[in-house]
Every structure is written in structure tokens, then in C-alpha cells.
């Protein structure tokens, strides 16, 4: 079974610190996701990287950045936490065939951050 | 960014009933897949189903069914015999290109 995990479900952090989540998957994907999850929204995309080192911007990028040094490993980091950025954060990976994203989304059970 | 609206925000169904989730959406791609996506109460999202745009067919798993109007671009999710663990927050996603929009989610509770 393809396993995504997250190195923190629950994290509390000041304002102003620097945070970092990290998502590990197991099954040699090319795509992985950060997600953020706020009641009312859905889920919102942070960054997306489909391949090693490289990276793209999704919707809410502001006040975040994202590495991916090796396959198996997606960083999201805050470099200056704030209060707004209390959050479920979800991290996903994906397969693809012929370009496209055909392939299922696998979801890591979530990182809950809050900032005080 | 495409638009993708889940006019529902939370419905309840009786056990054993059936419930229709409704979604729309706005893509420019032509050769796409949509995905049901549920995500139990503190646990992990995980799929419900996948439709393949280009086939006529909508799919089935088990109890659940979509119902996929290409012009109209709506995706709607059906569950039949509906059980107390379909009780869950379900987004719908339909992919351009390298990304994955969702929904901001339907909270459907199973009434026992």
C-alpha cells in the first residue's frame, strides 16, 4: 500500500517562528502536494513539485516555501509563522500517466498547526 | 485557477437511504478525470471514485455512482444504502494538468 506520512499531527508554535512539516511517500511518485484545509474553504493549494528540486506555486503561496531535495521528500516551511497560518495542512503524492494527472491522490493524515 | 462549486455545504441522510452530492465545475481541458474524494471524521482522505471524461459511461463503485454531465460540467456523487460510516466530509476534484482543485467540501452525516 502506497503510505504517505507526516512527521507531526499536531504542532503549536509562537508567532515569528520558523516551521517546517515534512511529507515522506514510499511509492516513488513524481508529484507531490501541500494542501491547506480551513472549515468553509476545501482544500487549498500551497505548492506542488513534479519533480526533484523542482517547484510550483498554487494558489495561496504567500508566507510559504517548499523543497524537495529527494523523491520521497516534500517540505513545506513557514519561515516566519503567523497567526493566520493556524491550519490543517494535508500532504498528497501522485503518479502520472502521459502527462496527466490520472493517477489517484495519496493523502498523508494531516500536520494540525497552530500559532499562537 | 479553475472554479469548482460544491453548492452543499452539509446534508444528512437517513441509514439506508440514498443521497445525491452535487458539484460543478470550470475546466478548459479536454482529456481530464474527475475524482470523489472522502475524508472520515479525523482520518485520512482517501478516493471514492474516478470518472474518465472521454467515456460515455458514468462510473460505479459499489454504492456509490456518479452522474457526469460533460456539457453542463457537473459531477454529481451518488450513495445508495447509505451506511453510518459514509458519514464524512467529501470534496470533489477535478484535475488540469498537473494539479488537483477541490471543492470546499460536502459534510454529509448518516442519521441512524
Known amino acids: 500500500d502506497v503510505k504517505v506520512t507526516q512527521s507531526s499531527r499536531y504542532l503549536v508554535k509562537r508567532t515569528g517562528e520558523k516551521v517546517f512539516l515534512e511529507c515522506v511517500q514510499d511509492?516513488?511518485?513524481?508529484?507531490m502536494f501541500w494542501y491547506r484545509q480551513d472549515p468553509g474553504l476545501g482544500l487549498r493549494l500551497i505548492y506542488f513539485s513534479y519533480d526533484v528540486k523542482m517547484k510550483e506555486k498554487g494558489d495561496i503561496p504567500e508566507g510559504y516555501s517548499v523543497s524537495r531535495e529527494k523523491k520521497e521528500r516534500f517540505s513545506l516551511i513557514l519561515e516566519s509563522a503567523s497567526t493566520n497560518q493556524t491550519s490543517m495542512y494535508l500532504c498528497a503524492s501522485s503518479s502520472l500517466q502521459d502527462g496527466l494527472n490520472t493517477g489517484e491522490l495519496f493523502f498523508g493524515e494531516g500536520s494540525r498547526l497552530t500559532v499562537l | 485557477a479553475q472554479t469548482v462549486t460544491q453548492s452543499q455545504p452539509e446534508m444528512s441522510v437517513q441509514e439506508a437511504e440514498t443521497v445525491t452530492l452535487s458539484c460543478t465545475y470550470d475546466t478548459s481541458e479536454s482529456n481530464y478525470y474527475l475524482f470523489w474524494y472522502k475524508q472520515p471524521p479525523s482520518r485520512q482522505m482517501i478516493l471514492v471514485i474516478r470518472q474518465e471524461a472521454y467515456k460515455q459511461q458514468n462510473a460505479t463503485e459499489n454504492r456509490f455512482s456518479v452522474n457526469f454531465q460533460k456539457a453542463a460540467k457537473s459531477f454529481s456523487l451518488k450513495i445508495s444504502d447509505s451506511q453510518l460510516g459514509d458519514t464524512a466530509m467529501y470534496f470533489c476534484?477535478?484535475?488540469?494538468?498537473?494539479?488537483?482543485?477541490f471543492g470546499t467540501g460536502t459534510s454529509l452525516t448518516v442519521i441512524p
Open positions: 511509492m516513488d511518485h513524481e508529484n
Open positions: 476534484a477535478p484535475p488540469t494538468g498537473n494539479q488537483f482543485y
